[in-house]
């Protein structure tokens, strides 16, 4: 199966604020930021433990389908159904991968307790209403079935002496009342350990907070590494979307926030949450 052909100057045809373009330069950068974590989960699928007995992988968000054809071939009798509100790159799909266009905002057509395990990546940092969305994804979760999401703050921290510089600090202010503008929660990330929990809807709830240095400084090679893949995808993605110019994001500005953030006497870092839960 070939995924469908798509403009070079395509963008996601959405109501949602998701400011993405969906280009072969963006699906380079996700492919790229789906290498740089594969190699941090040891060419793993998720940090949970192995699932047997696996029928029916649900993907949301599937971006570049990177994600999604590893998945197919980690469980070759599966079929992994993999959605966004996009085309996939025109690439070649293993046959038990099904792509479905669909806006998750939107009733998915699937019935109930229906996938064994559900993966998003980077997907309700971006989603309004994303708690409630969480819930009518958790639905269709098989009972002991597993949900895996990594998801991430779009916000910089500073632990050092000096804290953050004003460019980094204007940046947070300015992006998190663009977005809660929107109704979209750009520090969904940190919360959805907190958010699993209170469900009540699973066994176990399991996460990690991964400090990933803008700069390199980390004494953790593995914090180094993921510093490296987020800064780097965080800065291609700033530099594609020209829509956050409404935000106050000019080039300029961005350019002292790259500067800011890469600045070897401080201690930026963006933070990558990772979670893996079963249901009950």
């Not at 916000?155 to 992006?175: E, M, V």
């Not at 780097?232 to 000019?250: I, V």
């Not at 953030?261 to 009950?280: C, F, G, N």
């Amino acid at each position: 199966m070939m995924a469908v052909v798509r403009p070079p100057d395509a963008v996601h045809d959405t109501n949602q604020p998701y400011y993405s373009p969906n280009n072969a330069p963006e699906w380079e950068r996700l492919d790229d930021l789906h290498r740089g974590i594969d190699a941090y989960l040891g060419h793993k699928l998720s940090l949970g433990p192995s699932v047997h007995n696996v029928k029916k992988i649900l993907e949301i968000g599937c971006g570049s389908g990177a994600w999604a054809i590893q998945a197919s071939q980690t469980y070759p009798e599966a079929t992994v159904v993999a959605i966004d509100i996009s085309p996939l790159p025109p690439r070649p799909l293993p046959s038990n991968v099904q792509f479905l266009q669909l806006d998750v905002t939107d009733r998915l057509p699937f019935e109930p307790e229906d996938f064994d395990i559900i993966h998003a990546r980077f997907v309700f940092v971006h989603l309004p209403n994303w708690k409630q969305l969480l819930e009518n994804v958790v639905s269709l979760l098989k009972p002991r079935g597993w949900l895996w999401i990594e998801d991430t703050d779009i916000h910089f921290y500073d632990d050092g002496p000096q804290g953050l510089g004003p460019s980094l600090k204007a940046f947070n202010d300015r992006y998190i009342s663009f977005m809660r503008s929107k109704n979209v929660d750009p520090l969904a990330g940190s919360s959805l350990d907190s958010v699993l929990k209170n469900m009540e809807s699973f066994l176990e709830v399991n996460s990690i907070g991964i400090r990933c240095p803008t700069n390199g400084r980390d004494n953790d090679p593995s914090n180094q590494w993921m510093g490296q893949v987020a800064w780097t995808a965080l800065r291609r993605s700033l530099t594609s979307r020209p829509k956050y110019n409404a935000a106050g994001m000019t080039s300029e500005f961005k350019e002292e926030v790259f500067r800011e953030a890469q600045d070897p006497l401080r201690s930026v870092y963006l933070e990558i949450h990772m979670t893996w839960s079963q249901k009950k």
